[in-house]
């Protein structure tokens, strides 16, 4: 077992596209990353510049004490599942596990001991003999997982493996990724543009977006504290409320745009006096009296989850393009029309810069 | 069609028998023709059912070959045909499936120049670059051998791009998963890509053996040697029999054989290629 480190880790393609513009970070040993991000925003290159599938153009990746750049993906002890399962077709299960193997020179009876061991965590113990084209998809992904497994890998890497997956069998196998990462211990990088699987699975997230890592850290650290505009707007569903303001004259709250009411939450003093982004999750609005509201929203529409309902609506005193989502309690009635009085907490008003969409703290 | 119409049913199965009869008559009368003894094809009225002299006259072209035209054999002819043909066919699928390989999989330079180079000979039939192959062959001292009639046509643009084709449809992350799995190049060729293109192959080969058998002009060419004859050249030369005339009942009986192989082929071949198109792999 080892970690994993990217030292300055640059990728440019031949047509001159930048993929990655440098990236830095350790991974412990044993550890789960998770790294999320849009699409495009190069979190797939990434994952194969560890595999050995993209050259790595500056830059060093580190598998345990080892430099890795040049080595071929055979050579580095890492084991890759993919987003399309990629399983020899005209091979059984056994022998889509054991191909790995044979070719590294493993003997007969430690290949048979460790696929039966794989099929038994698996359980693909009655598959063995079937081809991958006789199995359904949770079953194909299990194998590609068992295919991983027999290698007793340093690493392992996934890309996007859930995505070809039923919503059902994806929130199933999402957890049986974690169980046997926790239960074998070994480090793993993970790839997903789906944020739920991202914080679930995560020890820690790096959301990229655009080439960058806009953010390393644990998913609450992340829920909590977002970085920029992009992770506070990424992380979460549904996304934070985004109000363009002003900060007051005597600092002690925030202008929204349009709104005579002022914010009653102070925002960090880096603020200065200018032109700042408000950030409020739409779970951290609460519906109150009108005499505690901070915020009116007029209700345009309702989405009733059961458990809970997402309202969509405009700022009620608010300028042109104000929309703000609340999520309530599923019991309660909220009608099209109607003005909803919200109150929020002081330590879940997010404030950013609206020009670097840093975070102002 | 789903519809239900009966007159169109009747319709369009008679127009299906027409076409049958066209296509099988010629055969038939060819089969008829082999099994008379030799003036019932010289009298005028051509015999539509089948006589008593079947088996004399394919012993007879079997084993000692047209007298009257002074022929070999024909079983000699069949089997420099086989010969050939499999030599043409293994040949095609072989030079063809690792060009298209190294096209599909490697990046080196002027790899595109070279598919098209490979492409734009799809426009030079072996009729057209006949004299300057036949130049080659002479000087290479291939004439008269089974090298001389295979070696000239075993390239092939056609297979190559069909293999092409086939190989940019394979995901690829297989081979990206094989070469994490440790497989080198020939070991991914031969270990994944090769199972995987078991039924192209298959299709290929009865093509491309129909091809070879079916090879007129290059083999009249290169072979001076009777023994080197093959049988679709060898059916023609029957028809040249000086002061004679042509032993139709002989000729027809070397005609049925010469079409016998292709339609074993076919007939043999069809069952793999179902078999593998039942499988889905892939």
């Known amino acids: ?21 440098g990236i830095d970070m350790a991974v412990a040993d044993g550890e789960f990353v ?84 794989a099929a038994g965590t698996l359980q693909l113990e009655g598959l063995l003999d079937r081809r991958p084209g006789q199995l359904s998809g949770g079953q194909r992904q299990r194998v590609a997982m068992g295919r991983a497994i027999v290698r007793e890998p340093e690493a392992f890497l996934f890309d996007e493996p859930l995505s070809n997956l039923d919503a059902k069998l994806r929130v199933q196998m999402r957890l049986e990724i974690k169980r046997l990462q926790r239960a074998l211990g070994t480090t793993s990088l993970y790839v997903t543009h789906d944020q739920v699987e ?4 995560a020890d820690r997230l790096i959301v990229m977006n655009a080439g960058v ?5 644990t998913p609450l650290e992340i829920y909590d504290a977002p970085a920029t505009l992009f992770v506070a707007g990424f992380i979460g569903s549904p996304a934070m409320n985004f109000l363009p303001g002003t900060v007051a004259e005597d600092g002690s709250g925030a202008n929204l745009d349009g709104s005579e009411r002022t914010l009653p939450v102070a925002p960090p003093a880096s603020a200065g006096r ?6 409020i999750r739409p779970e951290h609005l609460e519906p109150v009296s009108r005499e505690e509201a901070v915020l009116e929203v007029v209700v345009e529409l309702v989405e009733a989850l059961g458990a809970d309902s997402l309202v969509h609506g405009q700022l009620a005193d608010g300028g042109e393009g104000m929309a703000v989502t609340v999520r309530v309690d599923g019991a309660r009635q909220v009608a099209a029309g109607e003005v909803l009085s919200l109150a929020v907490a002081p330590n879940h008003v997010h404030f950013f810069d609206p020009d670097s969409g840093n975070r102002l703290a | 069609m789903v519809e239900n119409r009966p007159w169109l049913t009747v319709l369009s199965h008679a127009v299906l028998c027409l076409g049958v009869l066209v296509t099988a008559l010629p055969i038939w009368i060819a089969f008829v023709a082999s099994t008379h003894p030799s003036d019932s094809m010289l009298s005028g009225r051509t015999p539509l059912l089948p006589g008593g002299n079947m088996l004399e006259n394919y012993a007879t072209v079997l084993g000692t070959g047209v007298k009257a035209a002074g022929s070999i054999p024909v079983g000699t002819m069949l089997w420099n045909s086989l010969v050939m043909a499999l030599m043409i066919a293994v040949g095609k699928i072989a030079i063809s499936i690792i060009a298209a390989y190294a096209i599909v999989y490697f990046r080196f330079p002027l790899r595109k120049t070279c598919f098209w180079v490979i492409f734009i000979t799809l426009m030079l039939p072996v009729e057209v670059r006949i004299l300057p192959t036949f130049g080659v062959v002479a000087s290479l001292d291939m004439l008269n051998s089974y090298w001389g009639l295979s070696v000239p046509l075993i390239a092939s643009a056609t297979a190559t791009f069909l293999f092409r084709q086939f190989f940019l449809t394979v995901p690829e992350e297989l ?13 991914f060729f031969r270990d994944i890509l090769l199972p995987l293109s078991r039924t192209n192959i298959a299709a290929l080969f009865v093509i491309l053996f129909i091809y070879g058998w079916n090879q007129y002009l290059w083999p009249l060419l290169v072979t001076t040697d009777e023994g080197f004859y093959t049988i679709v050249m060898g059916i023609q030369r029957m028809l040249q029999a000086e002061d004679a005339e042509p032993a139709w009942h002989e000729i027809m009986a070397t005609s049925m054989l010469a079409m016998l192989p292709p339609v074993l082929v076919v007939v043999f071949m069809q069952r793999l290629f179902v078999k593998g198109l039942i499988e889905q792999e892939k």
Do not use: W
């Open chain 1, 213 to 217: 890592a806009e953010q390393i850290g």
């Open chain 1, 198 to 201: 991202a914080m679930t699975l």
């Open chain 1, 34 to 117: 998770v790294i999320v991000g849009p699409s495009g925003c190069g979190k797939s290159t990434l994952l194969r510049m560890v595999a050995g599938l993209e050259t790595v153009t500056e830059g060093e990746i580190r598998i345990g004490d080892n430099r890795v750049n040049e080595l071929e993906p055979a050579d580095r002890n890492i084991a890759m599942v993919f987003q399309n399962y990629a399983l020899y077709p005209h091979m059984s299960v056994f022998d889509n596990m054991a191909y790995g193997l044979r070719n590294r020179r493993t003997p007969r009876d430690e290949i048979a001991r460790r696929v039966a061991e």
């Open chain 1, 1 to 21: 077992m080892a970690g994993l480190e990217f030292v300055g880790v640059r990728k440019t393609y031949p047509n001159g596209v930048q993929a990655i513009h």
């Open chain 2, 175 to 187: 081979a990206e998963a094989a070469r994490i799995d440790g497989a080198g190049p020939l070991k």
């Open chain 1, 274 to 279: 200018g032109r700042i982004t408000v950030g």
